[in-house]
């Protein structure tokens, strides 16, 4: 049974925004947040931003906390990016778990959403 739906991935152009949408089951916004991560190829998974079902309080990873906004309505999490750079190209997942960036504390994941950042 899927629980997270990611989608909005794209290519864009260096300094371009996007915003990515993941839809949330009722049984995955029983876990403590809901976060965004993402994978660039030959790199680990990246905690980028979660945002806590309980309270809608959120906390961004400092690399991108200037640029990406966590938000939610209703059952939809969303991602705003902002200044999109070569660098933020990759496999953006969403993900239900306890609350940290940390991955490893994440346990239902959609299937991911392929951004790429491209002049």
């Known amino acids: 049974q899927v629980q997270l739906v990611e989608s909005g991935g794209g290519l864009v152009q260096p300094g371009s925004s996007l915003k990515l949408s993941c839809v949330v089951s009722?049984?995955?916004?029983?876990?403590?947040?809901i976060g965004w991560f993402r994978q660039a190829p030959g790199k680990g998974r990246e905690g980028l931003s979660i945002?806590?079902?309980?309270?809608?309080s959120t906390h961004s990873a400092d690399s991108v906390k200037d640029r990406f906004t966590i938000s939610r309505e209703k059952n939809t999490v969303y991602l705003q990016m902002s200044g999109l750079k070569a660098e933020d190209a990759a496999v953006y997942y969403c993900?239900?778990?306890?609350?940290?960036?940390?991955?490893?504390?994440?346990?239902?994941w959609g299937q991911g959403t392929q951004v790429t950042v491209s002049s």
């Open positions: 993900a239900a778990g306890a609350g940290s960036l940390r991955p490893a504390e994440y346990h239902l």
């Open positions: 009722e049984f995955a916004l029983g876990y403590y947040a």
């Open positions: 945002i806590s079902t309980n309270d809608g």
